[in-house]
């Protein structure tokens, strides 16, 4: 394991140089985290279809259990178990609308992953970056477990456990674990633990921070004790197993019927009493059991819907954990959020919510949020709801700000809430939700057919570990 | 499927145009031999080990099932679960001697296939044409069920099924089914059926031709009446569903313990009661069924061991089938041959035997071969005997030639006998029979461990069944 030994080394040396401004010491999370041994035992894996544009590069790269889609190009750089989706990139001669300016995209947009380290990762979407339209990179960075680097090009920083940088170009920042930062454009900051930070600049500003002493119970993280712990990665250790042998099959025949608008990943794991209705994307790696998919609904990569029940056109971003959970039409759940009822103490969520990313209902009593509201934080009892929850009609009135416990809002709420309006409707149409059989398509019927190779790492000697050079194109 | 169609449409016109003086219309061949919608069926796959060079480029081609190693590029071809196997190629520097030349290779050798049709064809060793020592070229071809290319460049041929052609460069040729050719070079040939045809120009001829109404009872063949048919076909039709699991499941365990100098290809079949001895190589596609494989002994593919024994160095070529059959110490079967006794009544082969390329002994009443014995044809009791074998050390002494029923041997003996036992050394040797833990590794110690990626086309549109393009280096 020569190579990857001294290519682990080249890659922290690189991001140290990058955080040196933040006195950030990334040795200790880089070799204490991920064991090399593992990255020989899991093959990675890309995508075939005549739906997605193809053209993928790896070169000098460990790429152990790793995804990748569209085009999309890896050097020097080792991912494990990430999710490297290039499937809703800009195309030559697309028009990215910039404030007032309509800028033509050049060259078919490629994700480029450089001197990187990402660890069970989802890099999506595309560069929402006016400087940089064609080329999403990801350069100099350390990812850990369930970051989500979504349409944010991201040089020389450090993302935690359960972070995620959303529509936002970041160079040399350190995000703390389970935070969600949606800026524009962010440099040289250092952002604490759970902190959810929302701003378009001239129009709104959104600050939550959820409480150390509940987030530790959450994800508790520190290298020095080893990998990450807490509630979040109990859950996911427990349902680990079941993954098995969705991964061991070369050719899996799917456990139930689907509608033929539909789609449900071959690399998904279904539990016994799964329904999933018309137009409905099940995304690789997700995870379904005793749940009711209703029309339009999604979950997306690394969900996980467990005794639950969304009627439709309800959105499961990725990351986003529902059980015991009854959603009703038009719900949004942002990522990473975990939502937990009890058998006969669910918790119901009205039609029209919009549960903000990064948000933690989990209740033994149970729970119900009325129709159109718009949630944050973290609720554990009724108690809790009228410091981490409005009416959204109210929340669209607020003109100067608010601040509510933990959260502080400042500008224009009707802008807030219209964009997520914007971007959830978004959403469900590249989803396929609208689908009526001809026009409307999205990824839930693009993804119906896909083809996966695999690829392997050398198996022994000085390159054990390392994967050979490959290109592929249409 | 409009690009697959096309593709096998230009790859036939191109061998009708090299074929043309031979009047051969090889249309209903390509037409009606398989249809083109098992090309989506099955994920090809490559080899990645440290111990082999890694070079292959595909581009506009089908490669369903095959299977790649070493330096090859593939274009503009159909290989439809062939074995392309480069890892005994040439490398720069290398010295060949021909004749009282030593010729230096130039570059590595690479197998390049183009504008070809391989059917389960097995594609192995190097080019041992002077003319072309670093292009191991198949152009233009046609080959059938499980025809062997055996370093052999090849262009502008037609290789009826279970036809070999051996350290022969051939151009414009047509080989007849189960027909055996060694000869150096030949063009403009059109080679019956059933013709085991071995010449060294100056030193020996040897030439035997099957009867053909014993032939049509193992393999019968005309593209009116479908695919091939007869004992063979029927016996690998028998054991075909045994293939499944082995290609279904992304990572096998050995059933079975073996020794740490020898190797069990994760593609092979292994039954209940195997026994696997020191330096002993199962290769991929191989099938193995209560029997005992001793010491240095080999399976290489597409053989089948059943119900037998292997004392120790034996050598099993490629599509070699041995059914209740007793082979005492290095005995050598030959490619494509077919040895079944029963179960009271095994055939047994004394120590040092060479049984022919294309030999067949079948038998219900079992029989025994003499130590040191040459085999040849088709023998169905001991009343064949007499005339399709003779002691070796008789063989030598052939000084002028020899007629024996269907068989004519020119020439010299113990020059015939001499290189057939020399070719054995280095088969043993090169398979790593004669590992002694630290010297002489073969493929038996080479092959244990390498990581196999798969391939897989597109699954729908135009371009259903063609893979994309492809380029791997190390």
């Not at 001197?115 to 890099?123: G, Q, R």
């Not at 608008?261 to 137009?279: F, M, T, W």
Request: charged letters at 20%; proline letters at 5%; glycine letters at 6%.
């Amino acid at each position: 394991m020569r190579d990857i030994t001294s290519l682990l080394h080249r890659i922290t040396q690189r991001i140290s140089i990058n955080l040196r401004e933040q006195h950030f010491d990334i040795h200790p999370y880089v070799e204490r985290t991920i064991p090399l041994s593992q990255m020989i035992k899991f093959y990675a894996f890309y995508g075939i279809t005549p739906h997605h544009p193809l053209n993928f590069h790896f070169s000098h790269s460990s790429l152990a259990g790793s995804y990748f889609l569209g085009k999309c190009s890896v050097d020097h750089s080792i991912l494990y178990k990430s999710d490297i989706r290039g499937d809703e990139l800009k195309h030559k001669g697309d028009i990215f609308p910039f404030e007032n300016a309509s800028i033509t995209v050049h060259e078919d947009e490629a994700i480029d992953v450089r001197d990187s380290f990402l660890i069970k990762t989802l890099v999506h979407n595309f560069s929402h970056d006016p400087e940089s339209l064609e080329n999403f990179f990801i350069h100099d960075t350390l990812a850990m477990h369930y970051a989500n680097i979504h349409g944010s090009p991201t040089e020389g920083c450090f993302m935690e456990p359960f972070s995620t940088v959303d529509l936002t170009t970041q160079h040399d920042c350190v995000i703390g674990r389970f935070s969600y930062i949606q800026v524009g454009e962010m440099s040289h900051l250092k952002i604490p633990a759970g902190t959810i930070w929302i701003r378009k600049p001239g129009a709104f500003n959104f600050l939550y921070r959820f409480p150390q002493h509940i987030l530790d119970r959450y994800i508790l993280y520190d290298p020095i004790s080893g990998p990450p712990r807490g509630i979040f990665m109990d859950f996911l250790e427990a349902r680990k197993a079941d993954f098995k042998r969705v991964f061991d099959v070369m050719h899996i025949d799917p456990s139930i019927k689907i509608p033929a608008g539909a789609s449900l990943d071959r690399y998904a794991v279904v539990k016994p009493k799964v329904q999933i209705g018309e137009n409905v994307l099940v995304a690789q790696r997700s995870y379904l059991e005793n749940c009711w998919m209703g029309k339009g609904a999604n979950a997306q990569e690394n969900c996980y819907i467990i005794n639950s029940r969304l009627e439709g056109y309800d959105v499961t971003a990725h990351g986003a954990k529902l059980i015991h959970s009854m959603l009703d039409r038009n719900v949004f759940v942002g990522f990473n959020s975990f939502i937990r009822g009890q058998m006969d103490h669910p918790v119901r969520i009205g039609k029209g919510c919009i549960v903000m990313p990064h948000t933690i209902i989990d209740t033994p009593a149970g729970i119900t949020i009325p129709d159109d509201h718009l949630v944050w934080g973290i609720i554990e009892s009724e108690a809790d709801l009228p410091h981490h929850s409005m009416a959204i009609e109210q929340f669209s009135r607020i003109s100067e700000g608010l601040m509510v416990r933990d959260m502080m809002f400042e500008g224009d709420g009707a802008a807030f809430v219209h964009a997520f309006r914007h971007r959830i409707e978004h959403i469900l149409e590249a989803n396929g939700a609208y689908f009526d059989g001809i026009h409307n398509q999205g990824h839930a019927q693009k993804n119906r057919f896909i083809a996966f190779n695999t690829i392997q790492p050398y198996p022994d000697g000085d390159r054990m570990g390392m994967y050979p050079t490959i290109d592929i194109r249409p």
